[in-house]
T-cell receptor, first 115, second 111 residues
Framework: GAGVSQTPSNKVTEKGKYVELRCDPISGHTALYWYRQSLGQGPEFLIYFQGTGAADDSGLPNDRFFAVRPEGSVSTLKIQRTERGDSAVYLC?????????????FGPGTRLTVL | LAKTTQPISMDSYEGQEVNITCSHNNIATNDYITWYQQFPSQGPRFIIQGYKTKVTNEVASLFIPADRKSSTLSLPRVSLSDTAVYYCLVGPDTGRRALTFGSGTRLQVQP
């Protein structure tokens, strides 16, 4: 079956612009997560959805970042007024819930570059 | 959340067994130890999880001593394709779902 897919794979934008990053989780996975990974670092948690609602958004760095999952499947991470420091790989993951293990299935990520 | 410490990098040769040790002195009673693998330009992939003693699957073994203050991921007979970053994570299996990654161990396998 298909894994987690993310689009676009690469996004280059200019400082101050708005971007949307899309995540298609594995079919049937009710939990969805967004992470951000900077070069040489491990992924950093941003937000977790259970179904349509954000169960934990404590990792969002500021109010320029927002994510939605209106129908409990596809999710969009939205970044307003992008800054150069937002450049990173944005990873999406999904999992079954309830889950027995801390096993999340990650997509390949979207590499965001803010010029 | 318990802090983890693991080597920044390791080198090995094809066919050797590789052991990566992770320290987690402040592990809590309800914490599990989970290892992920990440190849370049890919998202992390779950390898193995354990609570105590030894866990083995088709990919790796995880050794956890009785005090649980450390754990060792063992990769038998590595190949070039095992070159990746390996992350040790410690946290509860339920409740807060966010995974906390450190900087990981970069394993380079040479021919």
């Amino acid at each position: 079956g298909a894994g987690v897919s993310q689009t676009p794979s690469n996004k280059v934008t200019e400082k101050g612009k708005y971007v949307e990053l899309r995540c298609d989780p594995i079919s049937g996975h009710t939990a969805l997560y967004w992470y951000r990974q900077s070069l040489g670092q491990g992924p950093e948690f941003l937000i977790y959805f259970q179904g349509t609602g954000a169960a934990d958004d404590s990792g969002l760095p500021n109010d320029r970042f927002f994510a939605v999952r209106p129908e409990g499947s596809v999710s969009t991470l939205k970044i307003q007024r992008t800054e150069r420091g937002d450049s990173a790989v944005y990873l999406c993951a999904s999992s079954l819930n309830p889950q027995t293990y801390n096993e999340q299935f990650f997509g390949p990520g979207t590499r965001l570059t803010v010029l | 959340l318990a802090k983890t410490t693991q080597p920044i990098s390791m080198d090995s040769y094809e066919g050797q067994e590789v052991n990566i040790t992770c320290s987690h002195n402040n592990i809590a009673t309800n914490d599990y130890i989970t290892w992920y693998q990440q190849f370049p330009s890919q998202g992390p992939r779950f390898i193995i999880q354990g609570y105590k003693t030894k866990v083995t699957n088709e990919v790796a073994s995880l050794f956890i001593p009785a005090d649980r203050k450390s754990s060792t991921l063992s990769l038998p007979r590595v190949s070039l394709s095992d070159t990746a970053v390996y992350y040790c994570l410690v946290g509860p299996d339920t409740g807060r779902r966010a995974l906390t990654f450190g900087s990981g161990t970069r394993l380079q396998v040479q021919p």
